[in-house]
């Protein structure tokens, strides 16, 4: 089983909301990646954790809040955000030790 | 220089034929290689990953890598419309701070025409 979930599947918000996006995986997976991605472009790294303790921050703005609460589980809050940040946000897992990245379904946010 | 470069097509191939996506990669020290694939307005699908030289076959895809000229290629035996897609090449750069990161190409389109 390689699935990692994600929800909600679409949400709109204004510039003013706060919300969040989460992410789960039940394969023992003990890193865990959110990327962005806008249209015709690829995946494009924000947040790493591994072992539940951010490794990885791609100089992300602040309006961007990544939370990993334990193995299985990593949320993105999200507030004040700006239209451009309209895109798809992606989810993936890895094990421990391997590269191989697994992408949950993605969120299709849009920001008016 | 792109760090991951692919041909963005879009490449067009009849079905039945095999489709040859290529993609070439900076970074001599790079590790892992990956090929996913990526349906309009959905996410990214693992299909393939090699890490050692030669070929690696899984079904009607062969990965290629050949590290010395620094490029890898997905060939698609028997093309079906289903496989019209992106595909998405990653590498895994050398190096313990680049740990977690991927580096991905552009993408190439490929559509598979009846």
């Known amino acids: 089983d390689t699935e990692v979930t994600q929800t909600p599947k679409h949400l709109v918000m204004g510039m003013t909301n706060k919300k969040s996006l989460k992410c789960e995986q039940h394969m023992g997976h003990r890193a865990m990646y959110w990327y962005k991605q806008k249209a015709k472009k690829p995946p494009e790294l924000m947040f790493v954790y591994s072992y539940e303790k951010l490794s990885i921050n791609e100089s992300v703005p602040s309006r961007f809040s990544p939370e990993c609460p334990n193995s299985s589980l990593l949320n993105l809050h999200l507030h004040a955000l700006q239209p451009e940040d309209s895109a798809l946000y992606l989810c993936a897992s890895s094990l421990m030790g391997t590269d191989t990245q697994y992408f949950g379904p993605g969120t299709r946010l849009t920001v008016l | 220089q792109k760090e991951v470069e692919q041909n963005s097509g879009p490449l067009s191939v009849p079905e039945g034929a095999i489709a040859s996506l290529n993609c070439t990669y900076s970074?001599?020290?790079?590790?892992?290689f990956f090929w996913y694939r990526q349906y309009s307005g959905k996410s990214p699908e693992l299909i393939m990953f090699i890490y050692s030289n030669g070929d690696k076959e899984d079904g009607r895809f062969t990965a290629q890598l050949n590290k010395a000229s620094q490029y890898v290629s997905l060939l698609i035996r028997d093309s079906q419309p289903s496989d019209s897609a992106t595909y998405l090449c990653?590498?895994?750069?050398?190096?313990?701070?680049?740990?977690?990161?991927?580096?991905f190409g552009q993408g190439t389109i490929l559509t598979v025409h009846p």
């Open positions: 970074d001599r020290g790079s590790q892992s």
């Open positions: 990653a590498v895994k750069p050398a190096g313990g701070t680049s740990y977690g990161k991927l580096t």
